[in-house]
């Protein structure tokens, strides 16, 4: 990287993806300020985890992308700028809009403004989800045994499906998705917009709303509950922490190619799997035990029945491809938490 990318921010950088992402950067001898409001359960724990491994190698910003001059301070010196932080799940999404808005689509114009006003154009990487494209009704799905089907898309749907923005949390994302890729055209700054699917790996504090490949583990790890919403036939595309962190690197290393450009980042067709009927082998695999089938309860809003992402467009543009199965990656998943199983037998609060 050149010099002028040495100097990281990450938005949310002591979450799940932020504080695996900082933990490469600052192994690769980068700088990197974090900046989070540690709201999310699990920061904290996530933040001692960073000190423990880089010292007081990093800044950390404690403030909300909510407040432009937090942002305008965070940003001033940044060279690239990950911009992770969110409200990340649908149901709180439904049950607070004004905040999930605030967050989601107020709290990225602000980081998009203090990327603008600091004057030398640093790149702004975004993470966006694949629930811009909404139930994607318009696509025919064939229902199998065990799982859901596209039957006209192999490989999943590309960056060409239609943006149908369903829920509060899809509005809001997909607003500041727009945000961002015209920040591209209208101002000139080099920004790139990431379509995320189903991210999980070490770190990763799942919970019933949110990051459910986790929250399954995690659960049936320490005695929790589950419960299937849906007929557990729903399918994701799987995409593993180490090969997200190779794609926003890649991304930035490329931005030439890549700014002003919108990717699905997911595991692709060969990692997807129903979210019960097909995961619930591969979860009994890792753990060494059969798995009883738990309650199921009616679908929740916004829910796709399926979601694969063709990443063909960011292995022309930038050369990136998943290397971890899903297999290997929940695997190593269930590894790290059962060793780390003092972390969730107490409730993740901080």
């Not at 890729?181 to 949110?210: H, W």
């Not at 979601?307 to 899903?326: E, H, M, N, Q, Y």
Request: charged share 25%; hydrophobic share 40%; proline share 5%.
């Amino acid at each position: 990287m050149t010099d002028r990318r040495q100097s990281n921010l990450i938005t949310g950088g002591a979450g799940f993806i932020g504080a695996n992402l900082a933990d490469r950067l600052l192994g690769g001898g980068r700088r990197v300020t974090i900046l989070d409001d540690f709201s999310r359960p699990g920061t904290e724990r996530n933040l001692e985890w960073l000190r423990q491994n880089h010292g007081d190698g990093f800044t950390v910003i404690r403030g909300s992308i909510t407040d432009a001059a937090t942002c305008e301070r965070a940003v001033a010196d940044a060279g690239t700028v990950f911009h992770l932080a969110g409200q990340t799940a649908v149901t709180t999404s439904v049950t607070d809009p004004r905040r999930d808005f605030e967050i989601n689509a107020f709290g990225t114009l602000n980081v998009l403004e203090a990327a603008r006003a600091a004057g030398h154009e640093p790149i702004v990487l975004y993470t966006s989800t694949n629930k811009v494209y909404g139930g994607m009704k318009d696509v025919p799905v064939v229902e199998g045994d065990t799982r859901y089907t596209y039957r006209d898309l192999p490989e999943g749907a590309d960056e060409h499906q239609p943006l149908d923005f369903h829920s509060p949390y899809g509005c809001s994302k997909g607003a500041a998705d727009q945000y961002v890729r015209d920040y591209a055209r209208i101002y000139g700054l080099p920004t790139v917009v990431f379509r995320q699917s189903c991210i999980y790996g070490p770190r990763q504090m799942g919970v019933e709303d949110q990051g459910w490949v986790a929250w399954f583990i995690i659960a049936l790890v320490t005695g929790k509950p589950i419960t299937i919403y849906g007929d557990g036939k729903q399918v994701r595309d799987l995409l593993y922490i180490d090969d997200l962190l190779d794609a926003y690197e890649s991304a930035v290393e490329q931005i030439d190619v890549t700014r002003g450009q919108v990717y699905n980042i997911g595991g692709g067709a060969r990692n997807a799997m129903s979210i019960w009927w097909e995961f619930k082998p591969l979860l009994e695999s890792a753990l060494g035990r059969e798995i009883p089938d738990p309650p199921f309860q009616p679908t929740r809003p916004g829910d796709q029945p399926i979601f694969i992402a063709d990443t063909a467009k960011a292995g022309l543009d930038f050369g990136w491809a998943p290397r971890v199965s899903v297999s290997e990656g929940v695997h190593r998943l269930a590894r790290w938490v059962v060793a780390n199983r003092a972390l969730f037998d107490v409730p993740i609060t901080a």
